[in-house]
């Protein structure tokens, strides 16, 4: 989709629009007041305050209408610059305006009005020159939105919308959002029944089903086998720590916003963790390490809490309690580069694996100026930040570099990827961490006898299972390969009378080879039952009869095709084992 914010003609065009839609905004709500309505990728929005009113699906079309009118009329738009005093006196009554302009500074920003008619607002434009050359728009969705995102203040109306520059652009533009609708994990997770939600649990606390389960465990399944492999060596901790374990590790200054309060039970105060390497940290200072006994690599498969603001909560993508596939490797200083290198080799097998190929490695470095966020030690950030593109460079990744992304204990390594809908996320993640180890007074006995501190990566290929399950879904349109497939084989008799028997029979012996089947008696017809075999994309669907029966076949449909293809059962038994070994794509 194309990136409207970038596009420099389309840029100022939305925003246009965004003020053509306060204008409409104005006219229908009189009492209406405007906070900020920026352009974003996918178009503009506006946060509104209606006052007691909320904005519904049908009022969209009326703003809509009303923009069309306002649009027809034709006025121009003109710009003017006004002195501080001047704004303030201009919007003396407009609380929103009054902030904005309050905290502007006067001798470097000039303050512009820019009006269309009988509309005026505060803005830096450009704008077009008439709201005539807005003609091709449309009004997206609606949310709440907290003023300046602060759940604590006021709840305003946010309304999205986008405008072209002619008709076939909007139009293509609409058909694309609705192919994204169709691709969003949330709908696939809903119609696969992958997962749910309830107001009972809470925002951001997917309840994984027993389709997604399967699907959770067969990732975990693969990538312990690949990791253990490697010389990891997995651990089970608890998913809370005391405030105490976060002071040690700095997350309780540096990360505090991102967790959740902590809670006091008989002495001990705890916090439910928002990241596992305090716990890891703890088990590698558990024992005396030598320099021989490095790299050490401790895995876990472990649960975290994180507090995301209620409006950037997704579905399974950006979630409150998560699954992280989480490791740290502990390394003398000459291991980073080697170590560091398997791990990107590691990130790059597995999307293999999975076919994977829209994603973008991003290199998240440290704001030099942010000195509340990041530790103060330059050196130990520049020989930590050099070291990460040294092997980049030798590996021939191709990346970009990304300033104040780092954690506040390293920079990091990131794979970057477009969701259907919204904006990018990271999927994997590798981090340089000089500070952790120092800060557990960790340390290994080195060569010469003497005490060394080491170097921790933390890293997450999957990220998280619940990112990486939505990112699949929305990959593979929900499509998953047979080894993930929750239903592998679903078996349909053409004739519920005459052969369910064989029916059961080869539901055995799939079953008897852990091949997870199904098999549909219900009294429905045989059309109707294999086009539900498809709607909920199961690999294979065998129609067993009278010929396959008499003969100890199978006949068989591979999802998305209409040829059916008759085997011998123990051949197809064959066939697919080999499938889901090889994890086929
Ligand atoms: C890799 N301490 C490290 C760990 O050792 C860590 O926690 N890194 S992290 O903060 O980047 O998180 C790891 C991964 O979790 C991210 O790369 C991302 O893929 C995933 N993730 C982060 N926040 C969320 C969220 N709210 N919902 C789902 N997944 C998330
Ligand atoms: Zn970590």
Request: aromatic share 10%; net charge negative; charged share 35%.
């Amino acid at each position: 989709m194309i990136n409207i914010k970038e596009d420099k003609e389309l840029n100022v065009m939305n925003h246009s629009c965004a003020h053509l839609m306060a204008q409409a905004v104005k006219h229908l709500y009189p009492h209406a007041l405007f906070w900020v309505g920026p352009v974003i990728e996918e178009g503009f929005y506006y946060d509104m305050d209606l006052g007691d009113d909320v904005i519904k699906e049908e009022d969209l079309e009326r703003i809509e209408k009303e923009m069309k009118k306002l649009s027809k009329d034709g006025k121009r738009i003109y710009r003017e610059e006004i002195s501080k005093e001047e704004a303030l006196e201009r919007f003396k009554n407009d609380p929103y305006k009054v902030d904005l302009i309050s905290r502007m500074d006067e001798d470097s920003t000039v303050i512009s009005c820019y009006t269309q008619g009988d509309f005026t607002d505060l803005c830096r434009g450009p704008h077009v020159d008439s709201v005539k050359e807005l003609k091709y728009f449309k009004l997206i969705k609606f949310s709440g939105a907290y003023w300046k995102g602060d759940s604590k203040n006021k709840m305003l109306q946010r309304v999205y919308g986008v405008c072209f520059k002619n008709e076939e652009d909007l139009n293509n533009y609409m058909h694309e959002l609705e192919e994204a609708k169709e691709r969003d994990h949330r709908k696939i997770g809903k119609d696969l029944d992958i997962f749910m939600s309830h107001d009972l649990v809470g925002k951001g606390m997917p309840l994984w089903l027993p389709n997604g389960a399967i699907v959770r465990k067969e990732l975990e399944n693969y990538i312990y086998a690949k990791e253990r492999k490697m010389g990891y060596k997995h651990v089970y901790t608890p998913c809370v720590g005391t405030v105490d374990l976060y002071k040690t590790s700095g997350h309780w200054d540096h990360y505090k916003e991102n967790m959740f309060p902590s809670m006091k039970v008989d002495e001990e105060e705890f916090v439910l963790r928002p990241m596992n390497c305090p716990h890891h940290m703890l088990i590698y200072g558990n024992e005396l390490r030598s320099y021989r006994d490095l790299p050490i690599r401790i895995g876990e498969f472990a649960t975290d809490f994180r507090y995301e603001a209620s409006g950037a909560v997704k579905g399974l993508e950006r979630v409150r309690c998560m699954c992280q596939n989480d490791a740290h490797l502990f390394v003398r200083p000459d291991q980073i580069g080697e170590e560091f290198k398997k791990v990107v080799e590691l990130i790059l097998d597995v999307y293999k694996d999975f076919g994977l190929k829209n994603y973008k490695f991003r290199l998240s470095l440290r704001d030099k100026e942010d000195k509340e966020k990041y530790f103060d030690d330059d050196e130990m950030w520049n020989t930590a930040e050099n070291k990460l593109r040294e092997v980049l460079n030798d590996y021939g990744c191709e990346y970009t570099e990304a300033i104040g992304e780092a954690a506040f204990y390293g920079p990091k390594l990131d794979v970057e990827v477009k969701p259907a809908v919204g904006p990018e996320v990271t999927l994997s993640t590798c981090q340089l961490d000089f500070l952790l180890p120092r800060r557990f007074d960790l340390s290994y006995i080195d060569k010469d006898g003497t005490k060394k501190t080491p170097v921790v990566i933390h890293r997450a290929i999957f990220g998280t299972f619940d990112r990486f399950t939505a990112f699949l879904l929305e990959e593979t349109k929900g499509v998953l390969p047979l080894w993930l497939s929750p239903v592998q084989v679903n078996i349909i008799p053409v004739n519920n009378e005459y052969h369910t028997e064989y029916s059961k029979e080869i539901y055995k012996l799939l079953d008897d080879n852990n091949i997870r089947v199904n098999i549909d008696l219900r009294d429905e017809k045989l059309s109707y039952k294999m086009r539900e075999s498809q709607t909920n994309k199961i690999p294979y669907t065998l129609i067993l009869g009278d010929n396959e029966k008499d003969n100890n076949l199978v006949s068989y449909r591979c999802f998305g095709t209409k040829e059916t293809i008759s085997m011998n059962k123990n051949e197809f038994l064959d066939k697919i084992k080999e499938e889901i070994e090889k994890r086929v794509i």
